[in-house]
């Protein structure tokens, strides 16, 4: 069973950058689509970004369109999201997931925290 363990999450000031990983076990990245998303407090899990498995394309949330990247190692079993530019509203709880697919609140990892403060 595909798990995941997110990492590299902090607090950071409006302007400033994070890169995340999502590092996989139990299974090769290489046949999955893996989706982050983020859970803000009182809010709605949104869907961020969708990470195609062959070519490396994504899609993204018009939200973070142009200021997020992600990209895959298949090597090292690993997805990252860059952010930069980061927002006060991009703070929240961001988890990464297979198949682009909500992560439910059982099956999700423990995510990373990201705080956008000055």
Do not use: H
């Amino acid at each position: 069973q595909l798990k995941f363990v997110e990492s590299g999450g902090g607090l950071v000031q409006p302007g400033g950058s994070l890169r995340l990983s999502c590092a996989a076990s139990g299974s090769t990245l290489d046949y999955y689509t893996i989706g982050w998303f983020r859970q803000a407090p009182g809010k709605e899990l949104e869907g961020v970004s969708c990470i195609s498995t062959s070519d490396g394309s994504a899609d993204y949330a018009d939200s973070v369109r142009g200021r997020f990247t992600s990209s895959r190692d298949n090597a090292k079993n690993t997805v990252y999201l860059q952010m930069n530019s980061l927002k006060p509203e991009d703070t929240a709880v961001y988890y990464c997931a297979a198949n682009c697919v909500p992560p439910s609140t059982d099956s999700r990892g423990q995510g990373t925290q990201v705080t956008v403060s000055s």
